[in-house]
């Protein structure tokens, strides 16, 4: 009995254990790791694309992917489940369309308990209310611009806000309603822009206590010796050359009420001064990185530096001043002529005691730190740091000293020369073409022009220069440029030849040559105009256009001349 006990006991000890080491068999989990890159149509990483991955029709895990479009997920699964199972990846991002891809059992590569499987993927567009909603809302935001029908800065706050309320709201239940994430919002304010103008306002706020700027004026006039045509080219050679190196905005603001002076002495329309000046400072302000508002936004997007801009722009600045010269001696020929001073050297009297410099000390310091301040801007590539660093630089030393020296009043400097609106505006502005980028309306707008070119540079360049340039000239060429930074980085890539940046260098001089096409083209325009019209000079759109629009025409012209021949 004993013994047929222990038997049996034997038996189903043994059957225990076999039962139980097949069911740690079953049971034990193996590593699945899975990994690729995303990336759109145009072979840009896609930054927080949401990944899942699907077993047997269940979801188990969702990861987003990085910066640089990359994923990589991992998970603990049966091996059966992984040899046999049903795998799906699936990949969503708003205003893509959502693509599954079914894993082969077969393809996944295994080593011990390990599992390795890698897909990379391009998702395309999908154009669903999030595309309509923000395309929409920003045309209407450039027509608003465009016309002064609201203040920019609140049109483009109205806008970035619209913007973000929909994607955080309805876009939050509905992924074909989200436009874009607050976090990508914030990632789409340059702050390299930002700082650059403000550091760029403080130097300015500083320098114009000093009375250099109405100096030069009475200077203008002192070489000319009451030659009025003289006079208009002297006066558009230093407004070409202080807009080089302040900006174009800021050069009108203090050289328009001196200019309005000096004609009304001289009995001319002042119109006959304000319009060559204005075209001197859109056409100045061309030349390097810091001029004007559309080069500051190619070279921080792009990376250029303040001489590339100098090296590739400077040649068709100087050939359209030249231009300028001719042009204005042709269509204003008769009005200089009826400028009379009686005494001359009394009048430049008047003016020397009028226009003095009121502080050489705050000057001399301020030229100083200007000159430091250029050298960086020439140098900043070869020290890896972005322009707005001397220009914050600067303008905190500037202002430090003027204030510990009590010439400058601090609260004055912060709340009068630093123009907030300004700032506020290209941040709002930035989010508002970061979402028009997100929901793909700028590459549906690349895709058009590289397939109009057929990737030929010749007809590329004339596309990019030319639209730019009539385009600026009726809005704002602020918006426009900043709609046009990710157009044209994609038409760099593609584009055989585009390698020497022909492409930047064409949108900078139609941005900029073509503000001078009519008196809503570029900021310098409106503020010269309003200050003319706040002193009973009222110059009228026909007027401007008039002048203005052939000039442009004729410059824009010497530049396609000239990319053509030498790019």
């Known amino acids: 009995m004993k013994k047929r006990f222990w038997i049996f006991f034997l038996l189903f000890s043994f059957f225990i254990g076999l039962s139980c ?10 590593s ?71 894993i082969p059992n077969q393809a996944i590569a295994g080593k011990n308990n390990n599992f390795y499987f890698k897909q990379n993927l391009i998702l395309k567009r999908a154009i669903g209310p999030a595309f309509w909603i923000a395309t929409i809302i920003f045309i209407i935001i450039y027509i608003i611009i465009s016309f002064e029908l609201l203040h920019r800065t609140i049109a483009a706050m109205l806008g970035a806000a619209i913007i973000l309320i929909i994607s955080c709201t309805i876009g939050h239940f509905d992924i074909s309603y989200h436009i874009i994430s607050f976090e990508r919002a914030i990632e789409a304010i340059d702050m390299n822009v930002i700082f650059l103008l403000m550091g760029m306002m403080l130097v300015v706020g500083v320098l114009k206590k000093t009375g250099i700027f109405q100096w030069c004026a009475y200077m203008s006039y002192k070489l000319a010796r009451g030659n009025v045509a003289i006079l208009s080219i002297i006066s558009c050679i230093f407004i070409a050359i202080t807009s080089a190196f302040l900006d174009n905005v800021t050069t009108m603001l203090l050289y328009t009420p001196v200019l309005i002076e000096i004609a009304i002495a001289l009995r001319i329309n002042p119109f006959s001064l304000l319009l060559p000046g204005i075209m001197a400072s859109n056409i100045g302000g061309t030349a ?106 600067g303008g905190t030393l500037l202002a430090t000293y003027g204030v510990l020296t009590n010439r400058i009043n601090l609260l004055e400097l912060i709340e009068k020369d630093i123009e907030w609106a300004t700032l506020l505006f290209f ?141």
């Not at 080491?21 to 193996?30: N, S, V």
């Not at 090296?311 to 020929?333: A, G, H, R």
């Not at 502005?429 to 979402?435: D, K, Q």
Request: hydrophobic share 50%.
């Open 288 to 393: 390097t990185l810091i001029g004007d508002p559309p080069n500051i936004l190619i070279g921080s997007y792009a990376g250029f530096t303040f001489m590339d801009f100098v090296k590739n722009l400077i040649v068709p600045v100087l050939l359209s001043m030249v231009l300028l010269v001719v042009y204005n001696e042709l269509f204003f020929s008769k009005e200089y002529k009826k400028g009379k001073v009686e005494n001359v050297e009394k009048f430049i009297e008047k003016l020397k005691e009028e226009y003095q410099i009121t502080d050489r000390t705050l000057l001399w310091f301020g030229l100083f730190i200007v000159t430091i301040v250029v050298f960086f801007f020439i140098t900043h590539g070869l020290w890896h740091m972005e322009a707005s660093v001397p220009a914050l630089f």
């Open 32 to 102: 699945l790791y899975l990994a690729g890159k995303v990336e759109n149509t145009h072979k840009e990483p896609l930054e927080d694309v949401e990944v899942f991955l699907f077993v047997n029709n269940t979801p188990v895990k969702k990861v987003f992917t990085s910066s640089r479009g990359t994923y990589h997920l991992e998970i603990e699964l049966p091996p059966e489940v992984i040899k046999n199972g049903k795998l799906i990846l699936k990949f969503e991002k708003a205003a893509f369309k959502t693509k599954e891809f079914k």
């Open 427 to 567: 941040i709002f502005l930035f989010i508002l073409v970061g979402a028009v980028e997100e929901v793909g309306l700028l590459s549906l707008i690349a895709d058009w022009v590289h397939k109009v070119s057929h990737g030929n540079l010749v007809l590329s360049i004339c596309i990019i220069l030319w639209v730019s340039a009539i385009m600026s000239a009726f809005v704002d060429n602020i918006p426009f440029t900043a709609t046009m930074l990710p157009i044209v980085a994609y038409l760099t890539k593609v584009t055989p030849g585009a390698e020497s940046n022909v492409l930047w260098w064409a949108l900078a001089l139609g941005a900029c040559f073509g503000g001078n096409g009519t008196l809503i083209g570029a900021s310098a325009n409106v503020v010269t105009v309003g200050i003319a019209e706040s002193v009973g000079y009222r110059i009228t759109f026909f007027e401007f256009f008039k002048y203005a629009f052939v000039y442009m025409i004729l410059s824009v012209l010497i530049c396609n001349i000239w990319l053509l021949l030498f790019y």
């Open 21 to 30: 080491t097949y069911a740690q068999e079953t049971t034990k989990k193996a």
